[in-house]
């Protein structure tokens, strides 16, 4: 048979209906399955209700994908490959799109299509959390006031299952951040994903209360106090990845909201070299943190990669012949290696207070999670002069910025332009689907949407970077008290790259687009 016309199913039966064309009109369904598979090549597998699925490997596909070409991940072997049960051996772009998506490449065999399809419905059927959020709406619940009620309604199962599945989908679709949005009408759940809000579900208002009160349980707050701000945590182990879920609470004029923050561990394990930078920079980058004094600046708004930029950093010149303390509020990642102090302002350990104290534990290399004020710059400027290496972050729009942000929190021009290092600016974008990516006659790149991206084009994010290195005709400039734009203009003169700049050269590569750099930094 022309192997052009084995191509994915839209149905079990028209994959059955192949079998039947290889085998004999007599043959039962294991003499179909055993006789396809010696003529496709494929080893045979038996697949029905007993069969174990392995989640982890199930929830890297998109439901709709699995079910439209009947994919089942069965396990993972010893030789890195996964092994996927198929109705039948396809060409094109799928076989790419099963292998990008589970992350390793594949070893196919063969099973029933309907036992596949059985399977999928089984353990996909109706999205957990549309499963969820029904069983809620159909339980017989009230809004409620009393305290004690709450107590007993979160504990309720509908609204454990709701609140656990609204941690699982998200950790599925590698969500940043959950918001829990309360309105007139209903509570708005809505993730963020690779930097965008997307609506998930909305539940009626009756059931708000109970679902914040779930949460304030498993994070240990207050279940009575509903007047101000709340923040705790949450750690979950799903498939044996460790999650620290950030929860802060805050009243409403609709009732209190809440908004979550999911820090992955692996996320951080991030080397260098694909986290987005230029070939140049990077060598740079790697140069400039090697030295053994001196302050390095990651700069950006809230969420623009700073973090792991700094992380990743720390763990690239790692070293036990090094000692690292890093001072952070609060400590998202746990590194080894490396001590890490945590701010608690309620006992007055302040960014300021925990590094005069650290000072005396003969660090090396310290990190401070965010100059926000006089004394904490102070702090990290004496450390460097003394011989430290000093890395932290500014909130700023440019590098440039972040140099006269330090002279106006009341640092002398002439300690900035002796401990400074380099500023570095950074911003993420979304990346260009690698699997439905086109490039049109005139150069540019755009993907239309596919399963591996949910039809949105785009699928993880990469940073782009602005990096702005300390030379002598800069510190002339620093120490005259020039502004932004003149140190911006001098850093462009002696080959500094824009955000922006950037960013157009990875749209021109094809990982993001120019709506996409549009979006994050300006021309």
């Known amino acids: 048979m022309d192997r052009q016309t084995l191509l994915p199913f839209a149905s079990p039966q028209a994959a059955l209906a192949l079998w039947r064309r290889l085998g004999r009109a007599d043959d039962s369904e294991d003499d179909l399955l055993a006789r396809a598979a010696d003529r496709l090549g494929l080893e045979p597998v038996t697949v029905d209700a007993a069969t174990p699925v392995d989640v982890e490997l199930l929830n890297r596909l998109p439901a709709h994908f699995a079910k439209t070409h009947l994919l089942l991940p069965l396990a993972a072997l010893p030789d890195g490959r996964v092994r996927v049960a198929v109705a039948t051996p396809f060409l094109g772009t799928v076989a790419g799109e099963l292998s990008h998506q589970l992350g390793t490449p594949v070893s196919l ?43 007993d309604m979160a504990q309720a199962a509908p609204v454990i299952k709701l609140v656990n599945n609204l941690f699982m989908e998200a950790i599925v679709q590698k969500a940043s951040d959950i918001h829990l949005s309360p309105y007139e009408d209903g509570l708005e759940m809505r993730y963020r994903v690779d930097g965008i809000l997307h609506v998930v579900k909305q539940v009626p208002r009756k059931f708000q209360a109970a679902i914040i009160s779930r949460l304030k349980i498993i994070a240990n707050l207050d279940i009575a106090e509903r007047r101000i701000p709340q923040d705790g945590r949450i750690r979950l182990k799903v498939e ?16 209190e909201g809440a908004v979550m923050r999911i820090l992955d561990k692996a996320s951080i394990q991030v080397a260098l070299a694909d986290s987005g930078f230029a070939p140049t920079m990077l060598a740079q980058w790697l140069e400039l ?4 004094n001196g302050v390095i600046l990651v700069t950006g708004p809230t969420g623009s990669g700073k973090t792991t930029t700094l992380y990743s950093s720390l763990n690239h010149i790692k070293s036990p012949e090094i000692k690292f303390i890093t001072v952070e509020d609060p400590v998202e990642y746990q590194l080894r290696g490396v001590d890490q102090i945590q701010v608690n302002a309620k006992v007055g350990m302040t ?4 590094l005069r104290s650290i000072l005396r534990q003969d660090p090396d290399v310290l990190m401070i999670g965010e100059i926000r004020d006089f004394e904490t710059a102070e702090i990290a400027v004496q450390s460097a002069l003394t011989g430290h290496l000093v890395f932290s972050t500014l909130h700023t729009s440019d590098a440039a ?44 790149w755009s993907a239309p949407g596919c399963e591996l991206c949910g039809g949105s084009g785009y699928k993880g994010r990469l940073g782009i970077f602005e990096l702005l290195r300390m030379t002598d005709p800069m510190r002339r ?46 021309a």
């Open 351 to 354: 960014f300021a207070s925990a």
């Open 289 to 292: 943190i090697k030295r053994p």
């Open 240 to 255: 044996g990845h460790d999650y620290d879920i950030r929860v802060a609470v805050t009243p409403t004029v609709f009732g």
């Open 477 to 522: 400039l620093v120490l005259e008290k020039s502004d932004a734009s003149v140190l911006g203009e001098l850093a462009r003169q002696e080959g500094l790259r824009s955000l922006y700049e950037d960013g157009m050269a990875k749209a021109a590569q094809g990982l993001t687009t120019a709506e996409e750099v549009a979006r994050v930094a300006s």
């Open 109 to 151: 065999c063969l099973a029933n299509a309907v036992k596949i399809d059985e399977v999928l419905e089984a353990a996909y059927g109706e999205g957990g959390m549309a499963r969820a959020v029904k069983d809620l709406e159909d339980a017989d619940f009230e809004e409620l006031e009393n305290i004690e009620d709450l107590k």
């Open 401 to 444: 910025t972040a140099i006269t942000r330090l002279i106006e929190m009341g640092m002398e021009p002439y300690l900035v332009a002796s401990t400074l290092v380099a500023s570095l600016a950074q911003r993420l974008v979304r990346k260009l689907c690698q699997a439905c990516r086109r490039r049109a006659p005139d150069g540019t």
